[in-house]
């Protein structure tokens, strides 16, 4: 009797481990459900003090104007997600979008916190297309990059779209 026991638990952890693995709907869920909002304040903080860069081609922050790059709402795993790829491509980074309106609405979207923009540089280019898995194109036909913790990068005309579902192993 132990023996079957022990075998449905194991079967239930694993289901539940195949479940939770990034990428997949009860993952993202959960991502959704457990975000930590941080200040345009704190996040140029961590971003600077982990030498990524960022610009607006408005030469503002106001997250309600189009033409400005804003941090304010960022998700907090997002953030840490930028600093761990900073960290693991060696790359020197740009961040040319934020949580500023007019990017594409949806549940993981700029808006939200989810996502953020990097201006394309041939290091960051074969760091993410060298370290990541090729997956299927977005609808758009962006060519799209998995790395292992589930984020996606998408390369976009003149820019890298993130989706952070974590902070990529911060």
């Known amino acids: 009797m132990r023996a079957k026991t022990y075998a449905v638990l194991a079967a239930s952890v694993l289901t539940m481990g195949l479940a939770m693995a990034p990428g997949t709907a009860v993952a ?30 408005g030469g503002c922050s106001n997250r309600n104007t189009s033409t400005c790059t804003s941090f304010e709402q960022l998700n907090l795993a997002t953030a840490q997600g930028a600093v761990t790829l900073r960290n693991a ?11 500023e309106t007019g990017h594409a609405s949806g549940t993981y979207s700029h808006w939200n916190g989810y ?24 609808s758009d036909g962006a060519a799209q990059y998995q790395s292992a913790s589930g984020n996606i990068y998408a ?7 993130v989706t952070y579902y974590n902070c990529g192993g911060c």
């Open 89 to 99: 491509s060696g790359c020197a980074m740009t961040i040319t979008g934020g949580t």
């Open 155 to 161: 390369r976009e005309g003149n820019h890298w779209d």
């Open 115 to 138: 996502k953020l923009d990097y201006s394309l540089t041939t290091c960051l280019g074969n760091y993410i297309t060298g370290s990541f898995t090729r997956i299927a194109n977005r």
């Open 28 to 57: 993202k869920e959960s991502a959704a459900a457990a975000v930590t909002k941080i200040s345009h304040s704190t996040a140029t903080t961590m971003f600077r003090n982990a030498g990524i860069g960022w610009t607006s081609s």
